[in-house]
């Protein structure tokens, strides 16, 4: 069974612009969250989503967006990008809410310049 | 909000010895999760370990086990026989249970280096 999978693994983006990442979680899987990691604020909560429904949200500005499509994958958004938002993004899929564990992806390295 | 602080920022072990890993942690939940990530250079976050808080019996999984202590609020993973695959970033992370939420609340970790 295929594990979480990200894309991009990598991008360079510019000051201003906007980004979509994606997250297709392991197959039967219907829970996706997404975490940004950096080394000053180390893994923060971003959002959640559960059969196309954002069920929790971390503290983070309104630039950042998500959503999830019928099949479960995952998108989400940063826009207006900020050099800040330079991070490694992490998105975890889990069977369903109250599975208790999440399996992570290996993650898009964001750099903004 | 729960919090779960992990004091020891690096650390190092030579191989096949043991060494353990602290985390304490911050709730006012009764119920809940523990779990130790690993995350290598490759970047993905591997389940290491997970504990039940209702269950007072430690959770091992091979060579991993922890030392839950609930009243204290403590639980620290302990490395038996470290192997050089086990050099990574370890995260103590901490879930509600049956929240309807799969948000994990992560410590800052710890880079462990195990030398040969």
């Known amino acids: 069974k295929a594990g979480v999978t990200q894309t991009p693994r990598y991008l360079i983006k510019t000051r201003g612009q906007q980004v979509t990442l994606s997250c297709s979680p392991i197959?039967?899987?219907?829970?996706v969250s997404w975490y940004q990691q950096t080394p000053g604020q180390g893994l923060q909560f971003l959002f959640e989503?559960?059969?196309?429904?954002?069920?929790n949200k971390g503290n983070f500005p309104g630039r950042f967006s998500g959503r999830q499509f019928s099949n479960s994958r995952s998108e989400m958004n940063v826009s207006t990008l900020e050099l800040g938002d330079s991070a490694l993004y992490l998105c975890a899929s889990s069977l369903n809410v109250g599975a208790e564990v999440a399996f992570f992806g290996q993650g898009t390295r964001l750099t903004v310049v | 909000a729960q919090t779960v602080t992990q004091s020891q920022p690096e650390m190092s072990v030579q191989e096949a010895e043991t060494v353990t890993l602290s985390c304490t942690y911050d709730?006012?939940?009764?119920?809940?999760?523990l779990f130790w990530y690993k995350q290598p250079p490759s970047r993905q976050m591997i389940l290491v370990i997970r504990q039940e808080a209702y269950k007072q019996q430690n959770a091992t999984e091979n060579r991993f086990s922890v030392n839950f202590q609930k009243a204290a609020k403590s639980f620290s993973l302990k490395i038996s026989d470290s192997q050089l695959g086990d050099t990574a970033m370890y995260f103590c992370?901490?879930?509600?249970?049956?929240?309807?939420?799969?948000?994990?609340?992560f410590g800052k970790g710890t880079k462990l280096t195990v030398n040969p």
């Open positions: 709730t006012s939940e009764n119920n809940y999760y």
């Open positions: 989503y559960f059969s196309e429904t954002q069920r």
């Open positions: 197959s039967g899987h219907r829970s």
């Open positions: 992370a901490f879930m509600k249970h049956k929240s309807g939420s799969e948000k994990l609340v």
